[in-house]
């Protein structure tokens, strides 16, 4: 039997200074990213923007308007937006996307996506599986997910351990 692989640390900042310095503007190879196709481009920048605090890192100018602009709110959390040739795709039933938050954000953030003209808010709520999210829905249907994990003293002292007897019975540790 082989050594199971090392667990890949998470991007999820761990401390509120780091989050206090705001997002890095650094262009890097992205891992993965989101790339949205959508009818009104300046209204979904505009949603992520002021209601999910992300940041226009730049938009790359076309002939009429934007042809594209990416979006970052932390390191490795990129959308990029471009807008729809005709009629924008209807966004998939069941899709949502989920970006890793600071659980002592998470009731502010949604504060601010309530205030925000459009979409829905739901939560924040704490899961099961030991984390507080938060779900929001943009007007046009897409489904954003901050997921944040809950401190020691508000964790579910069951579920993790079933987690820690999971792991090791499937050899993970």
């Known amino acids: 039997m082989t050594n199971p692989p090392e667990l890949a640390t998470s991007p999820e900042p761990t401390n509120a200074p780091e989050l206090a310095t705001g997002i890095t503007?650094?262009?890097?190879?992205?891992?993965?990213?989101?790339?949205?196709?959508v009818a009104d481009l300046d209204a979904t920048v505009?949603?992520?923007?002021?209601?999910?605090?992300?940041?226009?890192l730049f938009a790359m100018p076309g002939p009429n308007g934007p042809a594209?602009?990416?979006l970052r709110r932390w390191r490795y959390q990129d959308v990029l937006v471009v807008p729809a040739e005709g009629q924008a795709p209807p966004i998939g039933p069941g899709l949502q996307l989920t970006f890793a938050a600071q659980f002592e954000e998470v009731d502010a953030l949604a504060a601010r996506a309530r205030a925000y003209d459009g979409g829905a808010v739901e939560g924040p709520v704490d899961t099961?599986?030991?984390?507080?999210?938060l779900t929001v829905t943009s007007p046009d249907g897409l489904?954003?997910?901050f997921t944040a994990r809950r401190p020691e003293p508000l964790r579910d002292s069951q579920f993790t351990a079933d987690m820690e007897r999971w792991s090791r019975e499937q050899g993970l540790r």
């Open 128 to 133: 099961p599986w030991n984390t507080r999210d």
């Open 143 to 145: 489904v954003v997910v």
């Open 25 to 37: 503007r650094d262009i890097y190879p992205m891992p993965a990213f989101v790339k949205l196709a």
């Open 46 to 56: 505009a949603w992520f923007t002021e209601a999910l605090d992300f940041i226009n």
């Open 68 to 70: 594209l602009v990416h």
